[in-house]
């Protein structure tokens, strides 16, 4: 609400007097804010300065002298009327001849008065400001209403007392059908049937002749004798008339006509129908899709949809967003859930874009739930997309071992197109022997507590060629009847050719251990008898201790052979081993001299327990043999155990490994030292690899040799 100075501010009149005269300028201000207290007289004594004044505020009025220095009163109307050819201009003048007062009015001037003795002359200037204003605020409103008729949407129309037209906009024509000027003079019940007048008359008139407004709707009626629906809004005037705003409704009732037959139509149907916005929320739902949330359709609408949520949680994309940005013509699919009144569900849905004039609205979704039978069928079509992608071949048989499905896989397996196997008997591509192991395994599935098994077949493809398949076999019942069975099929005719080579390699292995630790082991043997025999015997035992010596390498060199050998094998059945324990109990079979030993893990991996404290033994003494060299370091060599990323490590303070030799350190038969066999780090890469490990040489942090183990599983 506006306050009391407001109001005063607003009615306000401004004036500007310029004179070049500023005593006589003073004293007519203050006669003039005397006559009336809405007036403020600002002064100027020169046009420029009236000029400058017009920028810096707003004036009502402006009041000038003629006869100035620079330029006339003339001169600075003509500039005034440039700016605003309405503002009231009095040309206030001690030169009074007939000539300036034509030319005043020529120039634009608003009236023309000569300056007089006595102070009458003020009361006749202020009432001629006062009138001017008034009229010039009056006319000024005017227009800014007639602008804001014009430019409004609604249809706008003033009336007289008697029902008259007197203004109306472009729109309010447009609505009646009458162009402005055909209408205005014209009574207001043209634009409306008879019937229509009459209820007015007797319903909106009274209101209006009580100073109160009225609304509703109306027919009315065109010249060409068209009907149309209106909103019509009446509000009373001072002086007996009043104003009409009105709007066509025609099109919006036979909209919402529209919707309320779509809205029965779609709560008779029993599919789930809904309206969604661009957000996923609920625009509108009938009946059926509101009874799955247990709600209203009213209390429905504005909540986000789960199922909106579901798609776009489920895809790295939008496939909504993609849906309303016009990039997908639908989107649908199947979906389970449990729902307060329908318990759990199969349903499926279909989301079509919603279009109004060339625009998406927004989406239209339709679900269902889908019946027993057909969630047979729909799991039943779930099973065959799930069987026709698989990587593996897969088949189905009757009862009597025909063939009544298989998938691409199969088809490319066998080499025989799919109209070829059909309907044919499984002896199309199995032996006699695999039939009657089949039908063993089949019987004992059907008598035990099993439902499927694996057994190995042969299948002669179309070629002639034969592959051996795994066949991982399960029953089809039905209704507790056996139906037939499903298969599986794996081809392993490389696993069983790699087995039988694998077999073949380990058969001769152990003939060739046979050979080294029988025949060249038990002449050994006999060799160091009989030097110990000879060495009771011989005064200088100096050359036997060297032949000694030789044969205690040939025998440390056997038994090395005899374990790269045998821990080169695969180690199928690795269990959980302790790295401290191990490498503590590898320490103590070891000879380590003066050397100690550091733990620094507590890790646990899978391993075989004897292989990894073979392993261990050899790397432990690895380090001491080449650890040694040196002197008085073997004396405080330290041995650390340790974890490393991926695995664990074996490293010293010694010497180290030259970088040029890390490379071929675990080369069978490599050493740098003389009494070394060459084989300790072979074997221990032997032992690695069995395990699926990866060994590495490199230099630790006190620049000694570091063996790193990788690729170790933990437990």
């Given at each position: 609400?506006?306050?009391?100075?407001?109001?005063?501010?607003?009615?306000?009149?401004?004036?500007?007097?310029?004179?070049?005269?500023?005593?006589?300028?003073?004293?007519?201000?203050?006669?003039?804010?005397?006559?009336?207290?809405?007036?403020?007289?600002?002064?100027?004594?020169?046009?420029?300065?009236?000029?400058?004044?017009?920028?810096?505020?707003?004036?009502?009025?402006?009041?000038?002298?003629?006869?100035?220095?620079?330029?006339?009163?003339?001169?600075?109307?003509?500039?005034?009327?440039?700016?605003?050819?309405?503002?009231?201009?009095?040309?206030?003048?001690?030169?009074?001849?007939?000539?300036?007062?034509?030319?005043?009015?020529?120039?634009?001037?608003?009236?023309?008065?000569?300056?007089?003795?006595?102070?009458?002359?003020?009361?006749?200037?202020?009432?001629?400001?006062?009138?001017?204003?008034?009229?010039?605020?009056?006319?000024?409103?005017?227009?800014?209403?007639?602008?804001?008729?014009?430019?409004?949407?609604?249809?706008?129309?003033?009336?007289?007392?008697?029902?008259?037209?007197?203004?109306?906009?472009?729109?309010?024509?447009?609505?009646?059908?009458?162009?402005?000027?055909?209408?205005?003079?014209?009574?207001?019940?043209?634009?409306?049937?008879?019937?229509?007048?009459?209820?007015?008359?007797?319903?909106?008139?009274?209101?209006?002749?009580?100073?109160?407004?009225?609304?509703?709707?109306?027919?009315?009626?065109?010249?060409?004798?068209?009907?149309?629906?209106?909103?019509?809004?009446?509000?009373?005037?001072?002086?007996?008339?009043?104003?009409?705003?009105?709007?066509?409704?025609?099109?919006?009732?036979?909209?919402?006509?529209?919707?309320?037959?779509?809205?029965?139509?779609?709560?008779?149907?029993?599919?789930?129908?809904?309206?969604?916005?661009?957000?996923?929320?609920?625009?509108?739902?009938?009946?059926?899709?509101?009874?799955?949330?247990?709600?209203?359709?009213?209390?429905?609408?504005?909540?986000?949809?789960?199922?909106?949520?579901?798609?776009?949680?489920?895809?790295?994309?939008?496939?909504?967003?993609?849906?309303?940005?016009?990039?997908?013509?639908?989107?649908?699919?199947?979906?389970?859930?449990?729902?307060?009144?329908?318990?759990?569900?199969?349903?499926?849905?279909?989301?079509?874009?919603?279009?109004?004039?060339?625009?998406?609205?927004?989406?239209?979704?339709?679900?269902?739930?889908?019946?027993?039978?057909?969630?047979?069928?729909?799991?039943?079509?779930?099973?065959?997309?799930?069987?026709?992608?698989?990587?593996?071949?897969?088949?189905?048989?009757?009862?009597?071992?025909?063939?009544?499905?298989?998938?691409?896989?199969?088809?490319?397996?066998?080499?025989?197109?799919?109209?070829?196997?059909?309907?044919?008997?499984?002896?199309?591509?199995?032996?006699?022997?695999?039939?009657?192991?089949?039908?063993?395994?089949?019987?004992?599935?059907?008598?035990?507590?099993?439902?499927?098994?694996?057994?190995?077949?042969?299948?002669?493809?179309?070629?002639?060629?034969?592959?051996?398949?795994?066949?991982?076999?399960?029953?089809?019942?039905?209704?507790?009847?056996?139906?037939?069975?499903?298969?599986?099929?794996?081809?392993?005719?490389?696993?069983?050719?790699?087995?039988?080579?694998?077999?073949?390699k380990n058969d001769r292995l152990e003939r060739f251990t046979d050979i080294v630790s029988h025949d060249l082991r038990n002449p050994l043997n006999v060799a160091q008898g009989r030097l110990e025999?000879?060495?009771?015997?011989?005064?200088?035992?100096?050359?036997?201790?060297?032949?000694?010596?030789?044969?205690?390498?040939?025998?440390?060199?056997?038994?090395?052979?005899?374990?790269?050998?045998?821990?080169?094998k695969h180690i199928d059945d690795p269990e959980p081993v302790s790295l401290a324990a191990a490498a503590r109990e590898s320490w103590r079979h070891v000879e380590t001299g003066d050397a100690t030993?550091?733990?620094?893990?507590?890790?646990?991996?899978?391993?075989?327990?004897?292989?990894?404290?073979?392993?261990?033994?050899?790397?432990?003494?690895?380090?001491?043999?080449?650890?040694?060299?040196?002197?008085?370091?073997?004396?405080?060599?330290?041995?650390?155990?340790?974890?490393?990323?991926?695995?664990?490590?074996?490293?010293?303070?010694?010497?180290?490994?030259?970088?040029?030799?890390?490379?071929?350190?675990?080369?069978?038969?490599?050493?740098?030292?003389?009494?070394?066999?060459?084989?300790?780090?072979?074997?221990?890469?032997?032992?690695?690899?069995?395990?699926?490990?990866?060994?590495?040489?490199?230099?630790?942090?006190?620049?000694?040799?570091r063996i790193e183990v990788t690729g170790v599983e933990s437990a």
């Amino acid at each position: 609400m506006a306050t009391t100075d407001t109001l005063e501010r607003l009615d306000e009149i401004v004036l500007l007097h310029v004179d070049d005269d500023a005593s006589f300028a003073q004293l007519a201000s203050t006669f003039l804010e005397r006559q009336d207290d809405r007036f403020r007289v600002e002064t100027a004594t020169s046009v420029d300065e009236g000029l400058a004044r017009l920028d810096d505020c707003d004036v009502d009025c402006i009041v000038s002298d003629y006869d100035m220095p620079g330029q006339t009163g003339i001169d600075f109307l003509e500039t005034v009327r440039d700016r605003d050819a309405d503002l009231p201009f009095i040309l206030y003048t001690g030169k009074g001849s007939e000539t300036v007062a034509s030319d005043a009015f020529s120039a634009g001037a608003t009236d023309y008065l000569q300056k007089a003795s006595g102070t009458e002359q003020y009361t006749l200037l202020a009432n001629k400001v006062t009138n001017y204003v008034e009229k010039y605020r009056a006319e000024r409103e005017v227009h800014r209403r007639s602008r804001a008729m014009q430019t409004a949407t609604e249809g706008i129309a003033i009336l007289d007392a008697v029902g008259r037209y007197v203004s109306l906009n472009e729109a309010y024509a447009d609505i009646c059908g009458i162009a402005p000027d055909d209408l205005v003079g014209e009574c207001w019940d043209r634009t409306l049937t008879d019937a229509e007048a009459e209820r007015l008359r007797a319903e909106a008139f009274p209101k209006l002749a009580a100073q109160s407004p009225w609304s509703g709707e109306a027919t009315g009626r065109r010249p060409d004798g068209s009907t149309y629906l209106k909103q019509l809004s009446l509000a009373p005037l001072e002086d007996g008339g009043h104003v009409c705003i009105v709007r066509d409704i025609t099109e919006q009732r036979k909209r919402e006509r529209e919707r309320r037959r779509y809205e029965h139509m779609l709560n008779a149907m029993t599919e789930c129908v809904g309206i969604y916005d661009h957000e996923g929320r609920f625009v509108a739902a009938n009946e059926s899709l509101a009874s799955f949330y247990d709600l209203d359709p009213q209390t429905l609408e504005g909540r986000h949809s789960a199922l909106v949520q579901r798609l776009r949680d489920s895809a790295e994309d939008d496939p909504y967003r993609e849906l309303l940005a016009g990039e997908r013509d639908e989107l649908c699919g199947e979906f389970e859930d449990d729902f307060p009144n329908h318990g759990h569900a199969l349903v499926e849905y279909r989301f079509t874009p919603l279009t109004i004039d060339g625009d998406i609205e927004g989406a239209v979704g339709v679900a269902r739930t889908v019946t027993d039978r057909e969630r047979r069928e729909w799991q039943f079509r779930r099973y065959e997309r799930i069987v026709e992608v698989s990587g593996d071949p897969v088949y189905t048989l009757d009862t009597d071992g025909n063939f009544t499905f298989v998938n691409d896989r199969f088809v490319e397996l066998t080499g025989y197109d799919r109209d070829a196997i059909l309907g044919e008997h499984v002896s199309l591509l199995m032996d006699d022997e695999d039939i009657e192991t089949g039908r063993r395994l089949i019987t004992s599935l059907l008598t035990g507590d099993d439902d499927r098994d694996t057994f190995e077949m042969d299948v002669t493809t179309a070629s002639g060629s034969v592959c051996t398949c795994e066949a991982n076999v399960a029953l089809v019942v039905t209704d507790g009847e056996f139906r037939g069975t499903v298969g599986v099929l794996r081809d392993i005719t490389e696993r069983k050719r790699r087995a039988a080579e694998l077999r073949r390699k380990n058969d001769r292995l152990e003939r060739f251990t046979d050979i080294v630790s029988h025949d060249l082991r038990n002449p050994l043997n006999v060799a160091q008898g009989r030097l110990e025999l000879a060495r009771e015997t011989v005064d200088d035992p100096d050359h036997l201790d060297t032949a000694a010596a030789s044969l205690d390498r040939c025998q440390r060199l056997i038994d090395d052979l005899l374990s790269l050998a045998r821990d080169g094998k695969h180690i199928d059945d690795p269990e959980p081993v302790s790295l401290a324990a191990a490498a503590r109990e590898s320490w103590r079979h070891v000879e380590t001299g003066d050397a100690t030993l550091a733990v620094d893990t507590e890790a646990t991996v899978r391993a075989d327990r004897s292989r990894l404290h073979q392993l261990l033994e050899n790397l432990v003494r690895n380090a001491v043999e080449h650890g040694s060299t040196g002197g008085d370091r073997a004396a405080t060599l330290t041995i650390t155990v340790g974890d490393c990323p991926d695995g664990f490590y074996v490293a010293d303070d010694g010497p180290g490994i030259p970088p040029d030799e890390r490379a071929h350190v675990f080369d069978s038969g490599y050493s740098t030292s003389a009494d070394g066999t060459g084989f300790g780090l072979s074997i221990v890469r032997a032992i690695a690899e069995a395990h699926g490990w990866s060994v590495a040489a490199t230099k630790s942090d006190d620049g000694g040799a570091r063996i790193e183990v990788t690729g170790v599983e933990s437990a």
